[in-house]
């Protein structure tokens, strides 16, 4: 059985339970540059990479890992969220792209493996491939609305050099995720699907956009219904939102997405707003009720946290959702489905 077989059999039984972030566990181990840089003599600062951890502290990525496995996660990303040549650029880390999807793919591969081992239930690892600070759709120049930073093929090649290297580390699945501009994304299924090519095998996509305002859309304008049907070609074997915003103004649509999306719907909100600080204040208890609402109304198949959720908070998503129905993956009719900033169906 593939690796999207065994997944989508496994989300058949129960909601499957995603791992929370690697950022706020980070921070809370108040590393200090040393940490961060190790031995590497890199030419700058290295504080607050943390996809770097994985060459320089691997017991630390290693460690939440853990933490996650051990709350219940069944599906783990890998510590790779800015692993890009974009982003660490910023840091004069360019150069070691490969070389950290590589490890901690390899990380995230060993945890699941030894944990699976342990009871034999399938653990399944996501390799996670952020959106950079680059958009394709939109000026970065008010007056110029033309330009742009970076081309489609140039953004693909970003997006292949780091698909590439997770799956040498052992990635199950490519995570497209906290998409906000939809082009974007289309670099990133472009890439995955040329390295399933080259591989001569599937590569299954996870795909998670992120909304930039209640009204439901991300910063290139699409509504999630639209959205999905811009992405559909690329069969995700998840498709689903993340980040932004909590689980009480993801709701409506979550459901949205639920009606119409025939993948499996993962989504994994953050504990609840920040408060004007920035930290967020959900409790573990919070959130897995907001979340176990939508589990017993059938709105989900895989669920999780991001931005402010823990492993205390997965454990407790894990219990709220332990005894409810996994979603049933609606099967719409067969019809011409077209995207603008709005979704568009053609009659029959």
């Known amino acids: 059985m593939s690796i999207r077989e065994t997944l989508i059999a496994a989300a058949k039984d129960r909601i499957l339970i995603k791992d929370g972030p690697f950022g706020t566990e980070i921070q809370k181990r108040k590393l200090k540059e040393a940490d961060y840089a190790g031995s590497l003599g890199l030419a700058r600062d290295q504080k607050g990479n943390n996809d770097l951890l994985a060459l320089t502290r691997p017991d630390i990525v290693q460690a939440i890992t853990d933490d996650y496995l051990a709350a219940g996660a069944d599906i783990i990303a890998t510590n790779t969220f800015s692993a890009n040549s974009i982003s660490q650029a910023d840091?004069?880390?360019?150069?070691?792209?490969?070389?950290?999807?590589?490890?901690?793919?390899?990380?995230?591969?060993?945890?699941?493996?030894?944990w699976a081992a342990k009871d034999g239930r399938p653990r399944f690892v996501a390799g996670a491939i952020g959106p950079t600070n680059k958009t394709l759709s939109l000026?970065?120049?008010?007056?110029?609305?033309?330009?742009?930073?970076?081309?489609?093929?140039?953004?693909?090649?970003?997006?292949?050099?780091?698909?590439?290297?997770?799956?040498?580390?052992?990635?199950?699945?490519?995570l497209i995720e906290t998409i906000f501009d939809t082009l974007n994304a289309k670099a990133g299924i472009m890439a995955a699907r040329e390295a399933a090519d080259d591989l001569g095998r599937d590569v299954p996509l996870m795909i998670s956009m992120t909304i930039t305002d209640l009204a439901g859309r991300n910063l290139s304008g699409h509504t999630v219904e639209a959205f999905w049907n811009a992405v559909r070609h690329a069969r995700p074997v998840t498709i689903g939102l993340n980040c932004s915003f909590g689980a009480e103004q993801l709701r409506p649509h979550v459901q949205a997405l639920a009606q119409i999306a025939d993948a499996l719907l993962m989504v994994y909100p953050n504990a609840g707003l920040?408060?004007?600080?920035?930290?967020?204040?959900?409790?573990?208890?919070?959130?897995?009720?907001?979340?176990?609402?939508?589990?017993?109304?059938?709105l989900v198949n895989a669920v999780g946290g991001c931005c402010?959720?823990?492993?205390?908070?997965i454990a407790a998503i894990a219990?709220?959702?332990?005894?409810?129905?996994?979603?049933?993956?609606?099967?719409?009719?067969?019809?011409?489905?077209?995207?603008g900033l709005e979704p568009m169906t053609l009659a029959a």
Do not use: C, M
């Open 91 to 114: 840091y004069a880390a360019e150069h070691l792209v490969r070389e950290i999807n590589t490890a901690s793919a390899r990380i995230a591969r060993t945890a699941a493996d030894t």
């Open 139 to 174: 000026s970065p120049d008010v007056n110029d609305p033309g330009y742009r930073e970076i081309d489609f093929d140039q953004l693909k090649a970003v997006y292949r050099e780091q698909t590439d290297a997770l799956l040498a580390g052992g990635a199950d699945f490519i």
């Open 274 to 298: 920040p408060n004007e600080i920035g930290e967020y204040d959900e409790l573990p208890v919070e959130t897995a009720a907001l979340i176990g609402a939508w589990a017993e109304k059938g």
């Open 308 to 313: 402010g959720s823990s492993p205390a908070h």
């Open 319 to 339: 219990k709220a959702v332990a005894a409810l129905p996994a979603r049933a993956v609606p099967k719409p009719a067969v019809r011409t489905r077209l995207a």
